[in-house]
């Protein structure tokens, strides 16, 4: 345990020391790793889904403020969105300023939540997101947290049907938005994730919080059996 908090003090103080540049070189691979995720499941414009296209976008991030990542991240998704169906591209834009009208409210430093849980879903690892930030953050966390989800399943949802989306084209434009809409708030699946993460993250969060031993561990493991027991 003592090798432990050794380790924790001399990384800190490397932080410290060099956190502008550590801070940028996470920003970009944090923005490097969401256009990569992007590309992969909605790679409809060529332009925008080249790797040399990925690097100069990672790059600018790294000369932005994490919001602006996450809203160019945004703007990506619905210009490929956009590119299949004007439908899908409208309900998109819909839900994207509704989430950031709360985000903006209520969690505004926390931008980089948005982009990590499409992450950790790339990576098969979406569990970790909650727990982890239950352990380091506050209640207020679940917002982006709701947020990066409600993207993911977006963007799925655009990749599995794109095929019939572009098929339809702009016939009924109406029904399109209507039917899509619904396909994506009544996903069983998405809202089931969601009260996952959440009750994932209160129960972490409140656990960490108690004054007996090994709180930590103790809320670790509360964490991880919520998860699996609501989406059972």
């Not at 569990?127 to 409600?150: A, D, E, H, Q, S």
């Not at 993911?152 to 019939?164: I, P, R």
């Amino acid at each position: 345990m003592s090798k432990l908090f050794e380790m924790k003090g001399y990384i800190m103080k490397y932080y410290s020391k060099y956190s502008a540049f550590v801070d940028k070189i996470v920003q970009f691979l944090v923005a490097f790793l969401t256009f990569t995720y992007i590309n992969r499941n909605l790679g409809f414009l060529d332009i925008l889904s080249k790797p040399v296209t990925t690097i100069i976008l990672s790059v600018i991030c790294m000369l932005l403020p994490m919001p602006a990542v996450a809203i160019l991240a945004t703007v990506v998704v619905l210009i490929q969105i956009f590119m299949v169906s004007w439908g899908m591209a409208l309900v998109a834009l819909a839900l994207f300023v509704i989430m950031y009208a709360f985000y903006f409210r209520y969690a505004p430093r926390k931008a980089v939540l948005i982009l990590l849980v499409p992450i950790a879903f790339m990576f098969e690892i979406p569990m970790v997101i909650p727990i982890v930030y239950g352990l380091i953050g506050t209640p207020v966390c679940v917002l982006p947290i709701v947020g990066g989800t409600i993207l993911h399943y977006l963007v799925q949802h655009v990749k599995s049907n794109a095929t019939f989306l572009q098929s339809v084209g702009e016939a009924d434009l109406a029904k399109q938005i209507y039917e899509y809409a619904e396909q994506i708030m009544f996903n069983p699946e998405l809202w089931c994730t969601i009260l996952a993460f959440t009750v994932s993250l209160l129960l972490v969060y409140v656990v960490r919080r108690m004054s007996v031993d090994y709180s930590w561990e103790i809320a670790i493991v509360v964490g991880v059996l919520a998860n699996i027991n609501v989406l059972a």
